[in-house]
């Protein structure tokens, strides 16, 4: 069984400032990591994934991730936010094994402060 | 990429009556489907796994009875809330995933407010 923790509920931060949203991640066997958004009343959106290889991904509006498999996290990172990146964040994990279903973090929500 | 629509995206329906939510994916064969429901400010909860062609699992604590999912085909899922009460009120998400797990498509969401 797999369990995610995101420490953070709420980060509040200044337009084109940096933000770094944490994931941890418990698992007994090989995993994929995710990010998604959502925002108010839609579905999730995929930010990133990480499936193997470099530990450093790469994702959509200036997001990135890293994999660190000694700390078992994958914080999501970006350099710049936007009032547009005001929404809620789910990191996600689903084991390598096909039919898991995904665990989901609590969430962050993100909030840009202009 | 690959497209997984729900509907409807809002209904609002009278206690003790049903309401049946459709998840289809597009564009690709999902051989399982996820339902999950989703309280304010909550995260994502599983409720049940949705295989084609037999009966879904459900996760501890959900009602079978009073959350009937049926898939019968490879593109389609439903999911029905039966007699239906206030506290069945929530965000409703299905996800589809192929290629092995190395994504979850979402549907859009279903918003159900039982009045």
């Known amino acids: 069984a797999q369990s995610v923790t995101q420490l953070d509920s709420q980060v509040p931060v200044f337009e084109e400032a940096p933000v770094e949203l944490r994931c941890n991640y418990s698992?007994?066997?090989?995993?994929?990591l995710f990010w998604y958004v959502q925002y108010p009343n839609q579905g999730l959106q995929l930010l990133l994934k990480?499936?193997?290889?470099?530990?450093l991904v790469k994702g959509i509006n200036g997001f990135e991730a890293e994999f660190n498999k000694s700390q078992t996290s994958f914080h999501l990172r970006k350099p710049s936010v936007h009032i547009s990146d005001t929404a809620e964040y789910f990191c996600a994990v689903t084991g390598v094994d096909y039919g898991q279903n995904f665990v989901f973090g609590p969430g962050t929500r993100l909030s840009v402060l202009p | 990429g690959a497209v997984v629509s729900q509907h409807p995206s809002r209904v609002i329906c009278k206690s003790g009556t049903s309401v049946k939510i459709e998840c289809r994916s597009l564009d690709f064969q999902a051989t399982t489907m996820f339902w999950y429901r989703q309280f304010p400010k909550q995260s994502l909860m599983l409720m049940a796994t949705?295989?084609?062609?037999?009966?879904?699992?459900?996760e501890q604590g959900v009602e079978k009875d009073k959350f009937l999912i049926n898939h019968a085909s490879l593109t389609l899922s439903t999911l029905t809330v039966t007699s239906a009460h206030p506290e069945d009120s929530s965000f409703y998400i299905c996800?589809?995933?192929?290629?092995?797990?190395?994504?979850?498509?979402f549907g859009q969401g279903t918003r159900l407010t039982v009045v």
């Open positions: 698992s007994s066997v090989s995993v994929y």
């Open positions: 949705s295989n084609e062609g037999s009966k879904a699992t459900y």
């Open positions: 996800s589809a995933s192929y290629r092995r797990n190395t994504e979850a498509f």
């Open positions: 990480y499936l193997s290889g470099s530990t």
